[in-house]
């Protein structure tokens, strides 16, 4: 029986318990083609924010804390700070017997918004020093290839900060893109490190011409990339998982 280990596909709403005699199943056909690893779900952004310290992939400060007076300190210091999920900003709530999704996108943290809160302590949280940028860059990698497009977000105010506060009514004007090679390199470089052969990039060029790494997930969306672009991403995927046969 020739399957193709497509682990990173196998949907979410899957019960944990059932799914895993075909997890296990997937995780012995390794010599097959396949697209990460139902454990690569796992792996976290602070972890991403620590390897790129060690390839020279320029990330936004970021703050960990639950101390309102440390985030004071950093809003002093940089002057508008994000914050965002420190994982998965997607989260699967039951209430009475109903599936409830929720998600969570960057919000922006400034001095006036800090005076509001009265609690000296909070729940850890991630923090990040807004980047300021000329537009965002989506990236699908899979084994070294990178299909990727430039999503002009900034002249929105609904998507300013993160574009997946979508404008139905004035969607983001979006480009097929081309990534320095040095760039590339570097994101070669992390997602070996990471022991990932696919995932999605989520990138911003600056204003001042830097490009600067947010994030990779092993799960990334591709279809909306594949769609605008004309990238093909679907053919890319399927003879990766074939052989090209």
Request: glycine fraction near 0%.
């Given at each position: 029986m020739n399957i193709p280990n497509t682990n990173s596909f196998i949907s979410e709403s899957i019960d944990e318990n059932n799914s895993k005699p075909i997890v296990d199943f997937l995780n012995l056909k390794l010599n097959k083609p396949q697209i990460n690893k139902f454990s690569d779900n796992n792996i976290g952004k602070l972890h991403q924010l620590e390897l790129c310290k060690l390839i020279n992939l320029k990330f936004p400060e970021t703050l960990i804390t639950t101390s309102l007076a440390d985030l004071k300190k950093f809003v002093t210091v940089h002057k508008i700070v994000i914050t965002k999920p420190i994982e998965?900003?997607?989260?699967?709530?039951i209430v009475n017997g109903k599936d409830l999704h929720f998600f969570t996108s960057s919000k922006l943290i400034t001095s006036n918004i800090l005076k509001k809160y009265t609690s000296d302590r909070f729940q850890a949280s991630l923090f990040q020093k807004y980047t300021e940028?000329?537009?965002?860059?989506?990236?699908?990698?899979?084994?070294?290839?990178?299909?990727?497009?430039?999503?002009?977000?900034?002249?929105n105010e609904k998507t300013k900060i993160d574009y997946r506060n979508y404008d139905r009514e004035r969607p983001n004007r979006i480009v097929p893109f081309l990534l320095p090679k040095s760039i590339e390199k570097k994101l070669i470089k992390l997602m070996k490190l990471l022991g990932l052969n696919c995932g999605s990039f989520d990138l911003i060029y600056s204003v001042n011409d830097e490009y600067v790494f947010?994030?990779?997930n092993p799960i990334g969306q591709f279809q909306w990339l594949s769609r605008n672009c004309n990238h093909n991403i679907e053919r890319l995927i399927a003879e990766t998982l074939t052989n090209g046969e």
């Open positions: 998965n900003p997607f989260s699967k709530h940028k000329k537009f965002e860059i989506r990236s699908f990698y899979l084994n070294e290839t990178f299909k990727s497009m430039a999503i002009f977000s900034q002249q947010l994030e990779v």
